[in-house]
């Protein structure tokens, strides 16, 4: 397992989950006294929200990492790769992706919300890819995913986990998209795991004329508190010139 500290994703959803559940948890004690379907109907949320928040704390604490293990190992890497992170966080997926390099080097991007991740920080991740020991293959930049700082084709493989979502609307996600593929070099790939608007995504890499779009479900290890808010990974390519 890493050797990092990666924080909480949504971190305030975690708590509200616990809370309900801790609420529920009172209420059936309290129900138990009085008609038997009270006691049930309240029973019933308290497993509910209690599932709920173990799910989420087990997929933002271990699950994610070892999705991410399994998806970063099906690509193959060969070690020389130019690797871009759009809304890297504290570096979960930018380091386990850096350990796969030798003379390829990964780039992170992130406008560092705290509301999307506890304690997300550029220089927290940089101390992550520290403790990772994967500094010297390691970039990091203050840069938002919807204007990339970087010239087109500058990038073997593009990579984001968590993130796109968190744009509020699908035109800016689309221009977040747009933005990821211009900087793929022709031959190059995208990777994309999220929790929502995924049929979006692969809509908009379709038009930006990418091929080999494909979607999947992630198993139970990468569930947000239930099978319907599991996370879809996207992948596509860039065709060669």
């Known amino acids: 397992m890493p050797r990092g500290e990666y924080g909480y994703d949504a971190p305030y959803a975690l708590v509200i989950f616990g809370c309900l559940a801790i609420a529920c948890g009172v209420g059936a004690v309290i129900a138990s006294r009085l008609q038997t379907y009270v006691f049930v109907t309240i029973t019933f949320y308290f497993v509910f929200f209690l599932a709920n928040t173990a799910s989420f704390f087990y997929t933002t604490r271990r699950g994610k990492f070892l999705e991410w293990e399994r998806i970063l190992d099906d690509l193959h890497l060969c070690g020389d790769e130019m690797v871009l992170d759009m809304g890297c966080g504290r570096g979960a997926v930018l380091t386990a992706v850096a350990r796969r390099l030798t003379t390829g080097r990964v780039t992170g991007v992130d406008i560092w919300s705290r509301m999307d991740q506890s304690g997300n920080a550029r220089d927290v991740a940089l101390r992550n890819a520290s403790l990772e020991g994967v500094s010297d293959r390691v970039h990091i930049e203050t840069a938002d995913m919807q204007a990339l700082p970087f010239s087109g084709a500058t990038f073997d493989l593009v990579v984001s ?68 808010a599991a996370t879809t990974l996207l992948t596509a390519s860039k065709s060669p010139v």
């Open 161 to 228: 986990s968590m993130a796109v979502h968190n744009i509020r609307s699908n035109a800016d996600r689309e221009r977040a998209l747009s933005e990821g593929f211009r900087v793929i070099k022709p031959g190059g790939r995208i990777v994309i795991a999220d929790i929502r608007a995924t049929l979006v995504y692969a809509d908009a890499l379709r038009t930006l004329g990418a091929s080999d779009v494909k979607r999947r479900r992630l198993g139970w290890r990468f569930w947000w508190g239930n099978p319907m």
